[in-house]
Every structure is written in C-alpha cells, then in structure tokens.
C-alpha cells in the first residue's frame, strides 16, 4: 500500500496537479512534451516528475533517446481507501455522540 501521505504531498502542488492529469489523459508523455503545454520550464516538469514518481504515481520508461512517463492508478485507490476508512471511523465517533447528546 502506498503512503496517503506521498501522494497527498505531491498532488497539493497544483503545477504538479497537472502534470500528473496531462500523464493520464494522455497515456503517456515525455518531460520536453507536458512542458508545451505547461506555463513552467523543462526542468520544473522533470521535477514535478521526479516528485509524483515518489509518490508512485507516475513510472518512467527509456525509449531510445526519450524518457516516456505514464499514470499509476493504484496509489490513487489506496489513498481512496485510507479516506474512506478514516471517513468511517468519524462517521461512527459522530453516530455515538448523537447517540449521546439525546440520551
């Protein structure tokens, strides 16, 4: 399972934001290509890269000369999962203290 927490701290960075939805819409993309389309440098890309790939949230691949990046879902679902069972818990805390307050 991956770190909530990584892939918090990489997604609160909006410029990192979207980098990371230009990767998955497109498939896959290169640094040199998301920069086109991105008011930052190549190098300010490659370090949102770098960053999000922490996270797990993107992986890289050598094609030839190019580095090519493409979306990972899955830290996405266990950072899901984690909210929806903190969501619970608080769900259940709150259920019990209206139980109480009209005890």
């Known amino acids: 399972m991956t770190d909530p927490g990584l892939v918090f701290g ?6 990192r934001r979207a980098v990371f939805m230009r990767v998955a819409a497109g498939g896959q993309a290169t640094a040199s290509e ?7 440098t190549r190098q300010a890309v490659a370090k949102h890269l770098s960053l999000l790939a922490g996270a797990g949230l993107v992986e890289s691949e050598r094609v030839g000369r190019e580095t090519r990046f493409h979306a990972r879902s899955e830290p996405l679902s266990d950072a ?3 909210m ?16 109480l307050a009209h005890s």
């Open 34 to 40: 998301l920069a086109r389309d991105l008011p930052v």
């Open 10 to 15: 990489a997604l609160a960075d909006d410029t």
């Open 84 to 99: 929806a069972t903190v969501g619970a818990r608080w769900d259940d805390r709150l259920a019990r203290l209206a139980r």
């Open 80 to 82: 899901i999962d984690w």
